[in-house]
């Protein structure tokens, strides 16, 4: 009988070691939790305010949706070959624009020009284009996954890539293929009238390309 009495006591006994150390692991990490949440609330740790808007469709730029189809259906990607692009360099780092155009020749765009942006310290890269020139810029747009589109006023099918420190590298064909092939609207995407009456940036100089 005491050896039955002894073995149910260190079960007993090892049940509450068990326990204890379950309950101090599960207070360590409550402890971990209100601490690194107390220091979000203090804004100690803060969120980088840029991270936040990769979320957003297309960073939080207004953007016109793609032209459809005459009876409302999704067009397919334009041609590579008739997207008529200018590559221009928006940072310091010399010789990126060409590298970069370069890049999208071998992806049979049409680039006519390449050259240096007036500004040397462009954050994101960005497509700017036009109303007749929608459905040419979501298709660069594919290309560069970073990129912003911002439509200004042109009238012309010129679309400029204007090269920001955000730029990694193009994708490739494989991976643009993996979005199908018709165009896909940004949620959130407005008419081409809802834009104008905004008000539209007003485009860099250049030669009408029609």
């Not at 290309?143 to 439509?151: G, Q």
């Amino acid at each position: 009988m005491a050896e039955e009495y002894d073995e149910r006591e260190a079960r007993k006994a090892y049940v509450r070691r068990r326990q204890k150390i379950v309950f101090s692991i599960t207070g360590a990490i409550l402890v971990v939790v209100l601490i690194v949440a107390s220091l979000f609330y203090t804004g100690v740790i803060q969120v980088d305010q840029q991270a936040k808007q990769v979320t957003k469709p297309n960073y939080g730029v207004a953007v016109p949706c793609a032209a459809k189809n005459e009876d409302g259906t999704a067009m397919k990607w334009a041609d590579n070959n008739s997207v008529i692009l200018r590559v221009r360099n928006g940072t310091g780092f010399t010789g990126l624009g060409a590298a970069v155009g370069e890049a999208l020749k071998d992806r049979q765009f049409d680039v006519r020009t390449i050259d240096t942006y007036t500004s040397a310290k462009v954050a994101r890269t960005t497509i700017y284009f036009g109303v007749n020139a929608i459905n040419p810029a979501y298709t660069v747009k594919e290309y560069i996954p970073d990129a912003v589109l911002v439509m200004d006023d042109r009238q012309d099918r010129l679309v400029d890539v204007v090269i920001g420190a955000t730029f990694n590298d193009l994708n490739s064909e494989k991976e643009v293929k993996k979005h199908g092939d018709k165009i896909k609207d940004f949620e959130g995407c407005q008419t081409v009238d809802a834009l104008q009456k905004a008000g539209l940036r007003k485009a860099d100089k250049h030669t009408d390309i029609n």
